[in-house]
């Protein structure tokens, strides 16, 4: 009997919540990271830099930066360049960065360069959405693949266009970082919940005064100490008040690209009954080749023969019963005996019969 069991990943999410710390469910708005970006040269590579014919660009940089620095390349001159490779710089600046701050930066090949394992970053401006130089990036890559070829044979373990260069940026420029308007702070939480932002409210006034107020599902504002020292100690407490979420709501996500299926704690199903089955079809080639008249010297052809063979499998009618836990679902859903990709439609049907307590998001 062959047995097919049902791949279910399960993300499990407790119904009772525990309570979590504040920091863990909101962030002060206008605490935020900013990306930098950038486009810089790379070089000293072994040979394995941009085809200069096939990435111009690259070679007008080249004659750009040897301008800037006093060298005049003459004109018309087909620069061949094999060290060289044209790359973007990107990097995180954190909030309340200050000037002479490192940054790690992630350097990728924007050419056809085969490889920057090697190379050395020249200086690279990082640029914010404004516009703006907030940091300069410069330093030796550190890539984390290795390749090799020979005889028109190659091996490559993972990536070598991509390269890492630690504390490889300095902060120039400050980002402003404003901690609350006047009196206030605002809060914000990471998931829209009504519940959950009443409960917040409910655990800092409790714990603090009557300092909370919620403005939405998502937003709340506290009144904090304008002192800056006592609003940092003020914020910091607020980080470790403990609160206790709403329930999530039931939720099934579907990526039908893997066929993987995902599924909270909150899931359950009414009784239903499922009837599976499936349809294979086998075809195996089976070519010949033939010689007709043989006698008169006719040349041998080729024969396509193909056998097409159609099984269509066992569909049983499977009663499920009401579920109130994931395990149970689970159990439920194995007994089908459905594939991965078999368990999308059986789910999206179930939902569709109303036997399926739960959303429905396909990715």
């Known amino acids: 009997m062959h047995r097919v069991i049902v791949a279910v990943t399960l993300c499990v999410l407790s119904l009772s919540s525990m309570a979590e710390p504040l920091k863990q469910l909101a962030s002060f708005a206008g605490v935020r990271n900013n990306q930098l970006a950038g486009y810089g040269l790379v070089v000293g590579l ?12 690259t070679v007008q940089s ?56 090697g190379g050395a970053l020249l200086m690279a401006p ?68 009504f519940s959950t932002a009443s409960r917040v409210v409910n655990a800092i006034n409790t714990q603090i005064g009557a300092v909370a107020t919620a403005l939405d599902g998502r937003v709340i504002q506290v009144r904090a ?7 940092v100690a003020f914020l910091a407490r607020l980080e470790t008040i403990d609160v206790v979420p709403a329930p999530v709501n039931p939720k099934v996500i579907i990526n039908a690209r893997t066929g993987s299926v995902v599924m909270n704690q909150a899931v359950t199903v009414e009784a239903c009954a499922i009837a599976h089955g499936n349809l294979t079809v086998t075809i195996i080639a089976d070519n010949q080749v033939a010689q007709p008249n043989a006698v008169v010297g006719g040349r041998p052809q080729r024969v396509q023969n193909a056998e097409i063979d ?24 194995n007994s089908v005996g459905a594939t991965p990709q078999d368990l999308l439609a059986i789910l999206q049907a179930m939902k569709a019969a109303g036997a399926l307590n739960a959303t429905l998001e396909v990715i």
């Open 62 to 117: 080249i004659i750009n930066m040897l301008t800037n620095m006093g060298i005049q390349v003459p004109s018309g001159g087909n620069l061949q360049l094999k060290n060289v490779a044209a790359v973007t710089v990107t990097a995180t600046l954190p909030p309340f960065a200050r000037p002479g701050q490192p940054l790690d930066v992630v350097v990728s090949s924007i050419g056809n360069a085969r490889s920057l394992r």
């Open 126 to 193: 990082l640029k914010g959405a404004d516009g703006q130089i907030y940091a300069m990036a410069q330093g030796n890559l550190v890539v984390a693949g290795a390749g090799a070829a020979a005889a028109g044979t190659s091996v490559q373990v993972n990536q070598l266009a991509t390269g890492l260069i630690p504390a490889g940026a300095t902060v120039e420029r400050a980002v402003p970082t404003l901690l609350g308007n006047g009196e206030f702070v605002q809060l914000e939480l990471l998931k829209t919940d």
């Open 225 to 231: 100490p304008q002192d800056p020292n006592q609003r």
């Open 46 to 57: 072994d040979g394995t830099g941009d085809q200069t014919t096939q990435t111009p660009f």
């Open 310 to 333: 159609i099984e269509t499998g066992k569909g049983p009618v499977v009663k499920l019963p009401k579920a109130t836990s994931l395990n149970q679902v689970v159990r439920a859903l």
